[in-house]
């Protein structure tokens, strides 16, 4: 079966965590239908980019702890019944990140996030989740395939990008890539270890994502800072060992 027919089918198949298991990514799926992600884009934008004075970065992050409609996408059957076929029946959602990129925004670098995350063990099944449409031109995910089978080294130079650390291009072979034009509505999965990156925003408009991020209830989350414990949220099942600080979903 070749890649466009798995995506069809609603749960996991066999050959599809196969799939996953060879490249380290699967999709793109339908989350929701354009005209739906047309409503919470509404919302979203309303909510999180007009009414919302924090600053950029706290709006940007973990926004399913507030905002209904962020829950309602992370939630969704289509992406938490595909990501317990990969990590199981139990599964916490640990952070919410929105991929904005302005127009004309920088690219983000080739990185694999197990280079940044703390969680013990890293276990991490991230979604791409296209709140725009995202394209060739504004930057949209691209994906590294049989990367997620161990850390490469990451050069650190913070004077180089905001990111701070990165693969060395070099150590890549990017004719390889696979970029993500995505719908909107529609969303990808990667996991801890998949290097990915994305190009500049040569566009005249904004290109925005969201990223849940989702672990499994073994996995200790790294806290907020001063020890403080960071809240996460139960997609799924059972939080069978009680080693973090549950908030329920936004009402
Ligand atoms: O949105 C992008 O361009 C990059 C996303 C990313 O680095 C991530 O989801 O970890």
Request: net charge negative.
């Given at each position: 079966m070749d890649a466009a027919a798995l995506a069809?089918?609603?749960?996991?198949?066999?050959a599809e965590i196969d799939l996953w298991h060879e490249q380290g990514f699967l999709g793109p799926y339908t989350l929701v239908e354009p005209e739906e992600m047309a409503r919470l884009r509404a919302r979203i934008d309303d909510e999180i980019f007009t009414k919302d004075q924090r600053p950029d970065w706290q709006r940007l992050h973990d926004r399913h702890l507030d905002v209904p409609e962020v829950w309602s996408l992370c939630s969704n059957p289509a992406l938490v019944e595909r990501v317990a076929g990969l990590?199981?029946?139990?599964l916490i959602l640990w952070r919410t990140n929105f991929q904005l990129k302005a127009a004309g925004g920088d690219a983000v670098p080739w990185h694999?996030?197990?280079?940044?995350?703390?969680?013990?063990?890293?276990?991490?099944?991230?979604?791409?989740?296209a709140v725009d449409e995202a394209t060739r031109e504004n930057g949209c995910l691209q994906v590294m395939p049989g990367t997620h089978h161990a850390p490469i080294p990451h050069l650190?130079?913070?004077?180089?990008?905001?990111?701070?650390?990165?693969?060395?291009r070099g150590a890549l072979d990017l004719a390889k890539s696979v970029a993500f034009t995505l719908r909107p509505g529609q969303f990808v999965l990667f996991n801890e270890n998949t290097a990915h990156g994305s190009e500049a925003n040569r566009t005249a408009s904004r290109r925005l994502g969201l990223s849940p991020r989702i672990t499994v209830p073994f996995v200790r989350v790294p806290p907020i800072g001063q020890g403080q414990p960071r809240p996460v949220s139960l997609l799924r099942g059972r939080d069978y060992l009680g080693l973090n600080r549950l908030l329920p979903p936004p009402g």
């Open positions: 069809e089918t609603p749960t996991l198949s066999r990590i199981g029946p139990d694999q996030d197990g280079a940044y995350y703390g969680l013990e063990p890293c276990v991490l099944v991230s979604a791409w989740i650190v130079d913070s004077s180089k990008s905001a990111f701070g650390k990165e693969i060395d």
